[in-house]
């Protein structure tokens, strides 16, 4: 392979060795294979193509100043699949079968896991996709899921760094009992018309509030939200965002620093009274929010004072960064960790 400049990668897709696939077929999974295969051969009516039966995950793994590999909350994402496939008709994977397919994969391409200076990752891409033939709506009777990884580096160019958002009204991301809370891909081909507007005036991402009534805060683009006030974490409690992993590691790590956790409704005008937020998620970690422009009603929302990320998503975001590098113990059992 040519060299990778480690320490200038993008957040973006590179070719590696392997991959591994399991097959569901006659109701039942079959056995691991491992493939060095980039494309998916399938039907032209697969159902995945054609009702969305498509679900996936993202994980990251690290290399540490020991040497060894580290993984991040692997069983978390076990368990969010689960949930999708039961929100979306597919089969469940066990936490088992799961766990040795991204072992296997992060094994199998050891050689694309970053060095532990660069500070970038081994990103893990669990996909699963129902692939029988019908052109009827229902569930799937076939399905295939695969485990790809690609070695990645901060997913916004700056790194950590305070960058602005923008409320859209004009969009909703999903509706309060559809499928954001389950990881699918339609809930992000529903965003990149939102998504595409904002980038193109020069954000970070867009920020979206409530469908329903459009008074309280959602998600920020592909992330959850979360503001610090008052030594209080503070996130969305709601029934359209898609349970962040990444948040939830935070809120634990909140907790343990002395600071109260909320979760609950948050009123659009309450952004006026956090100290610092941020957006938060597995590519990221944190994305410390600058401020939050609101042009329909002319107002701007200012969440980092002095243009930098503020002390306590900095606290949180080098605390989790820790962890998963394995510069700190990991008191939580969040780490697989292997030579």
Known sequence: MKEIDWSNLSFAYIKTDYNVRIYYRNGQWGEQEICSEETIPMHMAAACLHYGQEAFEGLKAFRGKDGKIRIFRLEENAARLQSTCRGIMMPELSTEMFREAVIKAVKLNERFIPPYESGASLYIRPLL??????????????????????????????????????????????????????????????????????????????FYLDAKEKKYIDECGAANFFGIKNNTYVTPLSTSILPSITNKSLMQLAEDMGMKVERRPIPEEELSTFEEAGACGTAAVISPILRIDDPENNHSYILAKDGKPGPICTKLYNKLRAIQYGDEPDTYGWVTVFE
Request: glycine share 14%.
């Open 129 to 206: 996709i129902g692939t029988t033939a019908q052109v009827g709506v229902k569930p799937a009777t076939e399905y295939l899921f695969v485990v790809f990884v690609t070695p990645v580096g901060p997913y916004f160019k700056g790194g950590f760094a305070a960058t602005p958002y923008l409320i859209t009204r004009k969009y909703d991301r999903s509706a309060p009992l559809g499928t954001g809370i389950y990881k699918v891909g339609g809930n992000y081909a529903a965003s990149l018309r939102a998504g595409h507007e904002a980038h193109s005036a020069g954000y970070s991402a867009e």
